[in-house]
């Protein structure tokens, strides 16, 4: 059966028009192989993984897309952590791998490091690229090292968890094209027991203190809850999840727009109203898109058109069906100028946009 050429059909918001043309790499050499083809021939190339942090335009993208479906996981011993006596295990990756089942064998391996980003969609090749986090864990923290395809000069390189220049939700690899992102290996241990849990509504639900350790399939079974009750496992019964998850990326406030920020919020909401925050070592507060949006006016299920806010969580844009890209940027930009207007803060895409920008 051939691949639709339709990028809605390979993107979690079921959004984006035709591709001029659709190829598939089943292996390294193979993406290796058809990205430097495309190159040749001048051709426009999208590198797509499982569709799960991209918003396409309506039009389409008027080039080649190859979709990468390389499956090879290996691993192998690397030594003993000497603080915590666990064997240290390199678990190397294609970029094709599905993401959460490659989680959940580490789980069943009894390999810690990765648990809490249970359930989120997509594939290997995207969560360097992305940084991917959830509920205290990023990416970064387990990353050793990533193999790319630097398309400038068409060799293979492999580079080191510092080369590549993790910071939230972003790296070295986002905003360009220049590294397609080919395998990547992660650095876990082997134990029993999950890696401290840092996120207070993880510990809450567990019913133990911040930094306890707890037996590795309850931190996946609690962490897939709690996603599943926001709708971000996805569930083709369920147009909540039909979405790009967090559609918005947590802004980050220096000391003096923290304090700019707070007199607008006391002005809008009160000066006893609690705010979320978390500051850093050099007094910068990471902020609540989640709670900007909703303070703002955008409630669970908002929108009058096509394209709506989840009726689970107010940080996902969803397309419930019928919507167009059009439509969900529309909601998008709508989202943004009210929450800058309530409380002077821009809120910034976390998706990759492609032929579309807010």
Not at 133 to 155: F, H, K, N, P
Request: glycine share 12%.
């Amino acid at each position: 059966m051939p691949v639709s050429t339709m990028l809605a059909d390979h993107t979690t918001l079921g959004l984006g028009g035709p591709a001029k043309a659709f190829r598939t790499a089943g292996s390294t050499d193979e993406l290796v192989s058809l990205v430097a083809e495309a190159d040749r021939s001048g051709e426009r190339v999208l590198v797509l993984g499982g569709g799960s942090n991209l918003v396409v335009a309506d039009d389409g993208f008027p080039g080649t897309v190859i979709l990468v479906a390389s499956q090879g996981v290996t691993t192998a011993a690397a030594g003993t952590d000497p603080e915590t006596g666990e064997e240290i295990v390199l678990l190397r990756s294609d970029a094709g791998v599905e993401w959460d089942p490659l989680v959940a064998r580490t789980v069943a391996e009894g390999l810690n490091g990765v648990e809490f980003l249970s359930g989120i969609p997509g594939r290997v090749g995207s969560t360097p690229i992305q940084n991917v986090g959830a509920y205290g864990q990023d990416v970064s923290q387990t990353i050793r090292e990533v193999l790319v395809l630097d398309r400038t000069t068409g060799e293979l390189v492999t580079m080191s968890n510092a080369d590549c220049g993790f910071t939230y939700r972003d790296s070295t690899f986002k905003g360009h094209d220049r590294y397609v992102v080919c395998e990547v290996v992660f650095e876990l241990r082997r134990g029993p027991l999950s890696r401290p849990v840092r996120y207070a509504e993880v510990a809450r639900a567990m019913g133990v203190e911040a930094g306890e350790r707890v037996p590795l399939d309850q931190a996946r079974e609690v962490v897939l809850g709690l996603r599943e009750g926001k709708g971000m496992v996805l569930d083709p019964a369920d147009p909540d999840t039909r979405s790009a998850g967090s559609f918005f990326t947590n802004p980050v406030l220096s000391p003096e727009e923290y304090a700019a920020f707070r007199e607008r919020a006391a002005e809008r909401l009160g000066a006893d109203t609690e705010i979320p925050g978390h500051p850093d070592d050099a007094g910068n507060v990471k902020l609540s898109a989640a709670w900007l949006i909703d303070r703002a006016g955008f409630t669970k299920g908002y929108g009058d058109g096509p394209a709506r806010i989840s009726g689970k969580h107010t940080l996902a844009l969803t397309n419930p069906g019928g919507a167009t890209t059009a439509d969900l940027i529309d909601l998008a930009r709508e989202v943004r100028a009210g929450v800058e207007e309530a409380f002077g803060v821009r809120l910034v895409n976390e998706p990759v946009m492609l032929g579309v920008s807010l």
